[in-house]
């Protein structure tokens, strides 16, 4: 396989399953080291870092809520004393606190705004400096196409991932003239624990509307990563990739 990301150190959030493991061992197999992140250890994260062991490339786990600033820069300040450097971060924790507006708290508008958007005004604040100072940097959100569409049942989650595309735009604007890129991934349905507990009739809804007549899989949107990671997309930025098979 031609490696992509070699000589390169990414960070993940919420990579413990998920979109977030896959992109993580897609990049290690095309050569990046990794610092990968999730809320807590688990069997899946556990077995996630022994794989990246096994692909010859070295990695980090760190344990923390992404929502706090505080827990974050911690976070980024031990990756920085393993690696000495970030090239590359992945936003991708995110959750969803699914219901139509009418039942819908504070809490769960603030929870979802909170882990999908603050979490990554976090990450860019506490990493802007290492990648001002090495002059390169490729930062990739994940976003949602119901952040372009919107969709009944999540505006929550649906404006935290139209907010990530505001923040993203306004964030190539800002740092690329010193050579950092961000970009953000807006997959369609993906098979993963998070959609996993949609009730038949709505997964059946969203695959009538899907042009390629399947759901997308974890590795289409960490192949798309794998791009916007690497120096085959190196003059773009401010950009919004959409991954959902024709939806
Ligand atoms: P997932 O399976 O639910 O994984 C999300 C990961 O984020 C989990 O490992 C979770 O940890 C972690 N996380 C949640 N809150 C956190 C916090 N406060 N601090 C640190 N980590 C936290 O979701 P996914 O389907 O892989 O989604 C990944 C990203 O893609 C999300 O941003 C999501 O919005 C986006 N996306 C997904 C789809 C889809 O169809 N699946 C579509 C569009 C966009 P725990 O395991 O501890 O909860």
Redesign the pocket.
């Known amino acids: 396989m031609n490696k992509l990301l070699t000589g390169k150190t990414a960070m993940i ?2 990579a ?5 493991k896959q992109i993580a061992l897609t990049f290690a197999q095309h050569g990046a080291d990794l610092i990968v ?4 250890e ?1 069997e899946s994260s556990i077995e996630l870092m022994k794989e990246i062991e096994n692909l010859g490339v070295k990695g980090l786990f760190l344990a923390y ?3 706090k600033l505080d827990q974050t820069e911690a976070a980024v300040k031990q990756a920085m004393e393993a690696f000495g450097k970030i090239d590359v971060l992945v936003n ?4 969803t606190r699914d219901t139509l507006l009418m039942r819908m708290t504070e809490t769960d508008w603030d929870m979802v705004m909170n ?2 958007v603050k979490s990554i005004f976090n990450h860019t604040k506490a990493i802007q400096s290492i990648m001002l100072k090495q002059r390169f940097g490729s930062i990739i959100n ?1 976003g ?2 119901v952040g372009i569409t919107g969709n009944a049942g999540q505006i929550n989650y649906s404006a935290s991932k139209a907010a990530i595309i505001g923040l993203s735009k306004s964030v190539a604007r800002e740092l690329g003239s010193r050579n950092i890129r961000c970009n953000v991934i807006a ?4 098979e ?4 996993h507990v949609l009730p038949q009739e709505v997964k059946d809804a969203y695959m009538k509307t899907i042009s390629l007549r399947r759901t997308g899989k974890p590795t289409d949107i960490a192949n798309t990563a794998v791009f916007l990671a690497s120096d085959l997309s190196d003059y773009m930025t401010g950009q919004v990739l959409v991954c959902d098979g024709g939806m």
């Open positions: 959030t919420g413990g399953r998920g979109i977030g992140t999730d809320l807590k688990t809520d992404v929502s991708n924790a995110g959750i882990v999908n994940m949602s196409i997959p369609g349905f993906i993963t624990e998070m959609t």
